[in-house]
């Protein structure tokens, strides 16, 4: 239904490849109608990835059970749609955003960092079933996931909901990381808990950039720093790594928005 009322929609308001070219009132309408359709597939998808990434141990243990189930099939297209759109929506955003003004096609900045955190929550999400990573082949991962955060940091200007989205989702994509290391499979209750602490800010690396972040400066007070306070360079006050608990388990952390972190 969602598909057949956006090809109803009047041509100007549909985005196309051809939109590129100086901003006006039409083509910023269409761009806006396009992320908010994105997200509209993302919200209808994402409790179906959210159960189907759960169940990935079980899953993946036979090929053949997988290729003849249509339960399976039908959560791996739905999985599919909902990664496609948070490919889309970031591969946009990335395309109209200018690096020195945020102004265009894009939405405002509050819309975007909440439309460019969501996609990028799918993105990792898909990393925990392989068959869902790989169902979109005309995409990659990893640009796509490099042009999330390139886009937050051009958004960090406008305060700390951005600063603390980049900060939140460098942590949950290292816990990913490390929850599907070849090592052994994705564990669950308890021992994925104690077996996927989250990194020290002083040693995580920036997936983005592949470079591990300088040592941290010392608190002014060292005689009562605040415990698990962080100062991320270039990120304004502090912030509490213990906020970004991300629980692999029970998938809550897909659900989240910038607000809440």
Request: hydrophobic share 40%; glycine share 4%; with cysteine.
């Amino acid at each position: 239904a969602l598909p057949s009322w956006y090809r109803q929609l009047p041509p100007h308001l549909q985005l196309s490849s051809t939109d590129a070219g100086p901003v006006s009132t039409f083509k910023r309408q269409a761009h806006i109608t396009r992320f908010r359709y994105l997200h509209c597939r993302i919200l209808i998808f994402r409790p179906v990835l959210s159960r189907f990434c759960l169940a990935q141990n079980e899953l993946s243990s036979s090929v053949a059970k997988f290729d003849d189930s249509l339960p399976q099939r039908m959560a791996l297209s739905c999985s599919t749609l909902c990664l496609r759109a948070a490919h889309e929506m970031i591969e946009i955003i990335h395309h109209n955003m200018n690096n020195e003004t945020i102004v265009g096609h894009i939405p405002l900045w509050w819309n975007a960092v909440l439309y460019v955190y969501t996609s990028a929550t799918v993105l990792q999400a898909a990393r925990l079933h392989p068959a869902v990573e790989t169902s979109v082949s005309d995409y990659s991962t990893e640009t796509s996931w490099k042009h999330a955060i390139g886009a937050l940091k051009k958004l960090e200007r406008f305060g700390s909901t951005a600063q603390r989205s980049l900060v939140a989702l460098e942590i949950l994509a290292d816990k990913i990381t490390e929850a599907t290391a070849p090592h052994g499979k994705i564990e669950t209750g308890a021992g994925l808990a104690a077996g996927l602490p989250t990194p020290a800010p002083s040693t995580w690396t920036n997936s983005s950039t592949g470079q591990t972040p300088a040592p941290f400066p010392a608190p002014a007070d060292l005689e009562d720093p605040e415990p698990g306070s962080v100062q991320f360079p270039g990120l304004g006050d502090p912030f509490d790594l213990a906020d970004f608990d991300f629980d692999l388990t029970d998938m809550s952390w897909l659900t989240s928005a910038p607000v809440d972190l």
